[in-house]
């Protein structure tokens, strides 16, 4: 299986301005050639879109062009005709997930990329060479595992720079202290397991404030000046705390639970719908539960795990995962509930892993009660002790 292996690099002055001229380069071909597709009636193919390249570099408008390393460009319109490929695929309903958009023009002021190829790029010890850039010296936390394939050069919206390492790797095997894990996805506790264990979210109230502030004071300024160029860039620096905070605890988080235990299972959710709510949105958007279950399914490829995705419509919050009775739906401020039928006490987000779990392994958790004539019952109020034991809010 291939990997991505990233790490971050300082350029010198020199470099940062070789680097700048073929981003520039690889953003002026990729915006020629999709306004070359717009134009078309025909959606034209990588050899037409490579012979066009060809001759605007002929051209005075374009000669500067030939500056850099052609390796880039050409990469630059391989990935724009994929990316018109997945978009008429997913048009068409031959590409699973939601409906992709057009390619779009790309801009100076977005991140900046650049892909090069086994052909225009070699490692030597600590350093890396790249055509007609020079020699980078990147910060190498870890070794790579094998030989790179291709290295793609990263400049954010912060003026970070990275070299991103596509790599083969194999798979690791590691004994699993457990079966099998349900985990319930949530927003103040970010994962509770079905071992009764719990993940807390870092905080990002603190950055949040700050990146509030700073859009204000962005909405003020003219676009274009100094001081709106300085705004924007406190801002992607802001946003990169959030994220880099955030990854790392997904990171952790994922691997932690994928070496562990031999079966993962987690919830189906419909996060694009959820963030709709315009009171817990923001919040949502911060957790990061889609990248969580990206990093658990790569990772249990690669140790060997089995990773498993139940049906977002199951019950995991109305039934008893101790004797399969259906009490019915659960207002949100409602944490805490006790079974009518075994008498048992739950915790809302314990009781919805374990029931996750059962329903991942194949076990229906209502099977105890499918020949009996249950009918669901009304949502429950905070009122009533019977049902619930505590009601606080999320």
């Given at each position: 299986?291939?990997?991505?292996?990233?790490f971050?690099f300082?350029?010198t002055d020199?470099?940062?301005k070789?680097?700048a001229?073929?981003?520039g380069c690889?953003?002026?071909?990729?915006n020629d050639?999709?306004?070359?597709?717009?134009?078309?009636?025909k959606?034209p193919?990588?050899?037409a879109?490579s012979?066009?390249?060809?001759q605007?570099?002929?051209?005075d408008?374009r000669q500067w062009l030939?500056?850099?390393?052609?390796?880039p460009?050409?990469?630059?319109?391989r990935q724009?005709?994929?990316?018109y490929?997945?978009?008429f695929?997913s048009?068409?309903g031959?590409?699973k997930g939601g409906?992709?958009?057009s390619?779009?023009?790309?801009?100076k002021t977005?991140?900046?990329?650049a892909?090069?190829t086994?052909?225009?790029?070699?490692t030597n010890?600590?350093k890396?060479?790249?055509?007609?850039i020079?020699e980078?010296?990147?910060?190498?936390?870890r070794a790579?595992p094998?030989?790179p394939?291709?290295?793609t050069v990263?400049k954010d919206?912060?003026?970070?720079?990275?070299l991103?390492?596509?790599?083969?790797?194999e798979?690791v095997?590691?004994n699993a202290?457990?079966?099998?894990i349900?985990i319930d996805?949530?927003?103040?506790?970010?994962?509770?397991?079905?071992?009764?264990?719990q993940?807390?979210?870092?905080?990002?109230s603190?950055q949040d404030?700050?990146?509030?502030?700073?859009?204000?004071?962005?909405?003020?300024?003219?676009?274009?000046?100094?001081?709106?160029?300085?705004?924007?860039?406190?801002?992607?620096?802001?946003h990169n705390k959030i994220a880099?905070?955030?990854?790392?605890?997904l990171?952790?988080?994922s691997?932690?639970v994928?070496?562990?235990?031999?079966?993962i299972v987690?919830?189906d959710l419909n996060?694009?719908?959820?963030v709709k709510?315009?009171?817990?949105s923001?919040a949502?958007s911060l957790?990061?539960?889609r990248?969580?279950?990206v990093?658990c399914?790569?990772?249990?490829e690669?140790y060997?795990?089995e990773?498993v995705?139940?049906?977002?419509?199951e019950?995991?919050?109305?039934i008893?995962?101790?004797c399969?009775f259906?009490?019915?739906k659960l207002?949100?401020?409602v944490r805490?509930?006790?079974?009518l039928?075994?008498?048992?006490?739950h915790?809302?987000?314990?009781?919805?892993a374990?029931n996750?779990?059962?329903v991942?392994?194949g076990n229906?958790?209502?099977?105890?009660?499918?020949?009996?004539?249950c009918?669901?019952i009304?949502?429950?109020e905070?009122?009533?002790?019977s049902?619930i034991?505590v009601?606080s809010?999320?």
């Amino acid at each position: 299986m291939k990997a991505r292996y990233q790490f971050r690099f300082y350029p010198t002055d020199q470099q940062q301005k070789s680097l700048a001229q073929l981003f520039g380069c690889v953003r002026v071909a990729w915006n020629d050639a999709l306004a070359f597709c717009k134009s078309s009636e025909k959606l034209p193919g990588l050899n037409a879109l490579s012979a066009m390249l060809t001759q605007s570099k002929k051209t005075d408008e374009r000669q500067w062009l030939k500056d850099v390393s052609s390796v880039p460009l050409q990469q630059a319109l391989r990935q724009l005709d994929n990316a018109y490929r997945n978009f008429f695929t997913s048009r068409n309903g031959k590409r699973k997930g939601g409906k992709m958009g057009s390619p779009r023009f790309k801009k100076k002021t977005n991140s900046q990329s650049a892909e090069f190829t086994k052909a225009a790029f070699s490692t030597n010890g600590n350093k890396v060479y790249l055509a007609k850039i020079g020699e980078l010296k990147p910060v190498w936390s870890r070794a790579l595992p094998s030989e790179p394939s291709s290295v793609t050069v990263i400049k954010d919206c912060a003026n970070r720079y990275f070299l991103s390492f596509v790599v083969e790797v194999e798979p690791v095997q590691i004994n699993a202290k457990n079966q099998s894990i349900g985990i319930d996805l949530g927003i103040k506790t970010f994962a509770m397991m079905s071992n009764g264990e719990q993940a807390v979210s870092p905080d990002y109230s603190k950055q949040d404030r700050k990146v509030r502030k700073l859009q204000k004071r962005l909405a003020r300024q003219i676009k274009g000046s100094n001081r709106h160029q300085k705004t924007r860039l406190q801002i992607a620096k802001a946003h990169n705390k959030i994220a880099d905070t955030r990854k790392d605890f997904l990171h952790k988080l994922s691997t932690k639970v994928v070496t562990e235990n031999s079966v993962i299972v987690l919830e189906d959710l419909n996060v694009s719908g959820m963030v709709k709510n315009r009171r817990l949105s923001r919040a949502i958007s911060l957790q990061g539960w889609r990248e969580f279950r990206v990093l658990c399914e790569g990772k249990s490829e690669k140790y060997g795990r089995e990773f498993v995705a139940i049906n977002r419509w199951e019950p995991t919050s109305q039934i008893c995962s101790d004797c399969g009775f259906r009490w019915g739906k659960l207002d949100l401020k409602v944490r805490s509930v006790k079974c009518l039928n075994c008498g048992s006490e739950h915790d809302r987000d314990e009781n919805a892993a374990k029931n996750i779990e059962k329903v991942g392994m194949g076990n229906r958790h209502d099977s105890k009660w499918m020949l009996r004539d249950c009918e669901t019952i009304s949502i429950a109020e905070p009122d009533e002790v019977s049902r619930i034991t505590v009601a606080s809010a999320r």
